[in-house]
């Protein structure tokens, strides 16, 4: 599998990834590295506690991880989040409704590792 | 030249981000241009920053981090001395953010992601140079010694009050220490800035319940603008005071000059006035202020207009060479051996101007080399013009100013004046004081025998005004010592004086050369002198110096004896 094969493949912006890291040598390298980060554990496990300033936190670093990566799908599902827990901002969704979108993100989350798991395996 | 580019210190990002990934890829865009260390939340970032300080030339900081947030960061590096002055460039993606961290003394921001390279390595630029622009200028502005104002700043300071807050009327105060250098040669250097430390806090206090700005201008030079004080001396007293009290040295002594405000007067004129005040205490122990006063102020006027006016002085022959006859006493009846040439200035407006005035204003100035010039040319002209009428050369002599020594053309000069009106060297005597060939010795000994070989005889002036040893004196080359006229002065009343005169005498004739003594005004002083020994007598008892036509009679006088003398 090619990096643009896996990029089409999470449904990444690979064009993004290019404009931040230049080159594919960089966008492998750093799409590996998200595999290992703590950013989907961190937003699990503020998940499980609902703490705001948790969630607001472990949602903006997938939001900005994820923005430099070109994986816009996953840093906009972060991003609402994100807004929804920023301090001073009106909460607009129930806490239901952000389980929800957060099981969702997460999903998506796993996904992407798991599709990064088959890139490495087949390079 | 070296271009300042080339003295870039090296330069030290720090990038602060919790997730690994965003500091790599800040840090791939930067690594070719800086050297780069990274910190994964605000605690570390603080102890780094801490760590880093005098090396660092920008922080790029994520804002949402665990643990210590970037707005704690910044907050503390700005609440803290040591820290402020480093930039910080904040990282997000939120409006709001942005304008919050840059109220908070951010310097700028980077939005993420981060896909516009150009813009963010532009960006850190730019931070870098203006960081580093405002620290060359505060290290500028500031005396790092005395933490007061340098001088260019000062004055940039100074002239803006004076433009924009006229209604602000400030004295100018010079402070300096007497004799300085000799305070850094006895103790050592680092003990002069100490005591210079001490003045700067001295004033700094005046100045924390005083309207006004300070500077050290260079060496001792303290200059103060304030708002004017009722009593100066309590000011000095009080710094003088702290000199005291943190120095074991006595006798560490200032002095201070001020210039009160004056309408329309630029602060750099006050400053000129306050020094000068200032250098008229100059070793006076018993007075160590001085106030710029209107006599000062008149003198200044006199002093600007006589420097205006000496070109047109020249061109006009303002200037007028007299003559005052110096008579060998040794025989009898005393004969005419030469003069000196006196410059007068009959000035058109002010009358006759002394040369006391006049001398030591061109001689400060540098402008007495032109009056020198003149009497030199006048006087050549005038031996050949009296050689012309009577038939016979009356050496004159001149003065040799310090500045002259230091013409490489002097050698020509002369040497193409006695060409021009064909006299013999030893026509045209030069004096040289006592104190120049004492200032420099070695450099005045060679000019010296570069004259006397070719042919100039060399008169030494004021002996005994200066402080020659005697081993000097042995090595001076010189044709006539000419005694201070101090030394006549009271040698019928003073014993004492007689006696040095014979000292002067005896070391006259050590050296082998005749002695003239100046300022001789009575028979009884010409007796005394005679019978001492001494040769040549130059004073008011034979003539005061006139002009060329009023000395003349005493040429006609000198051929009728002389013809007499033959008969």
């Known amino acids: ?123 | 030249m070296i271009k300042s580019k080339q003295l870039k210190k090296p330069q030290l990002v720090l990038i602060v981000d919790d997730q690994e990934i965003n500091r790599d890829v800040l840090g791939m865009i930067l690594e070719d241009y800086y050297d780069i260390i990274y910190a994964s939340n605000g605690r570390e970032a603080l102890q780094m920053i801490e760590e880093y300080r005098d090396k660092l030339s920008v922080v790029l900081l994520d804002l949402i981090m665990p643990e210590m947030d970037g707005f704690k960061v910044l907050d503390c590096v700005r609440n803290d001395e040591l820290l402020k002055s480093i930039p910080i460039i904040v990282l997000t993606a939120e409006r709001n953010a942005e304008l919050r961290a840059l109220e908070m003394g951010a310097a700028d921001f980077i939005t993420k992601p981060f896909d516009m390279h150009e813009i963010i390595l532009a960006r850190v630029e730019r931070i870098i140079e203006l960081s580093e622009g405002r620290q060359l200028i505060q290290a500028a502005e500031h005396d790092p010694l005395t933490g007061l104002y340098t001088r260019n700043f000062f004055f940039e300071y100074a002239n803006r009050i004076y433009r924009y807050q006229q209604g602000w009327h400030m004295d100018a105060v010079v402070l300096n220490i007497d004799h300085f250098h000799s305070v850094n040669a006895l103790n050592g250097r680092e003990f002069g800035d100490r005591v210079l430390g001490i003045i700067g806090d001295g004033i700094r206090a005046f100045l924390a319940d005083s309207n006004g700005i300070a500077s050290r201008f260079e060496g001792d030079r303290f200059a103060i603008l304030c708002e004017p004080q009722t009593d100066y001396q309590a000011l000095l007293d009080k710094i003088q005071t702290r000199v005291n009290e943190a120095s074991h040295i006595a006798g560490i002594r200032l002095r201070m000059g001020v210039a009160p405000w004056r309408e329309g007067v630029d602060p750099v004129t006050l400053f000129d006035r306050a020094r000068a005040a200032c250098g008229m205490v100059r070793g006076n122990y018993k007075s160590h202020l001085m106030i710029y006063d209107e006599e000062m102020y008149r003198r200044e006027l006199l002093n600007q207009r006589l420097v205006n006016d000496l070109v047109r002085a020249v061109e006009e022959r303002e200037l007028k060479v007299f003559y005052q006859p110096k008579y060998n006493v040794q025989c009898d009846p005393p004969r005419l051996s030469s003069a000196e040439a006196l410059i007068r200035w009959n000035h058109p407006e002010l009358g006759l101007v002394s040369p006391g005035t006049f001398i030591p204003l061109f001689e400060s100035n540098g402008q007495i080399s032109t009056v020198d010039h003149y009497v030199w040319n006048e006087a050549a002209r005038q031996i050949a013009e009296w050689r012309e009428k009577f038939g016979v050369t009356l050496p004159v002599s001149v003065n040799l100013s310090r500045v002259d020594v230091f013409d490489p053309s002097l050698e020509e000069r002369l040497e193409s004046l006695v060409e021009r009106y064909g006299l013999d060297h030893k026509a045209l005597k030069l004096e040289v004081t006592e104190s120049a060939y004492t200032e420099n010795a070695e450099q005045m000994i060679e000019l010296i025998n570069r004259l006397r070989g070719r042919g100039f005889e060399i008169e030494m002036d004021d002996f005994g005004s200066g402080y020659s040893s005697l081993n000097m004196l042995s090595s001076m080359p010189i044709d006539v010592l000419k005694m201070d006229m101090k030394f006549v002065r009271n040698i019928v009343q003073s014993e004492k004086d007689f006696r040095l005169v014979g000292v002067v005498l005896d070391i006259a004739r050590y050296l082998k050369v005749p002695v003239v003594a100046e300022g001789v005004e009575t028979e009884e002083q010409l007796n005394m002198l005679k019978e001492a020994g001494c040769d040549l007598i130059q004073g008011y008892y034979f003539s005061r110096p006139v002009p060329p036509e009023e000395f003349e009679p005493l040429i006609v006088r000198e051929k009728q004896i002389e013809r007499e003398k033959q008969a």
């Open chain 1, 1 to 123: 599998m090619t990096i643009q094969e896996l990029y089409t493949k999470i449904g990444g912006n690979y064009d993004q990834a290019v404009r931040v890291m230049k080159k594919d040598k960089l966008i492998d390298k750093y799409v590996r590295k998200l595999k290992n980060s703590n950013v989907g554990d961190m937003l699990a496990e503020a998940g499980e506690t609902m703490d705001a300033v948790k969630l607001f936190e472990s949602a903006h670093a997938m939001k900005g991880v994820c923005s430099n990566l070109g994986l816009e799908g996953l840093a906009n599902a972060a991003d609402e989040i994100t807004e929804e827990y920023r301090a001073g901002n009106p909460r607009t969704l129930s806490d239901d409704a952000v389980k929800e979108k957060l099981a969702a993100l997460l999903r998506r989350y796993r996904q992407t590792v798991q599709c990064i798991t088959e890139y490495e395996e087949s390079n």
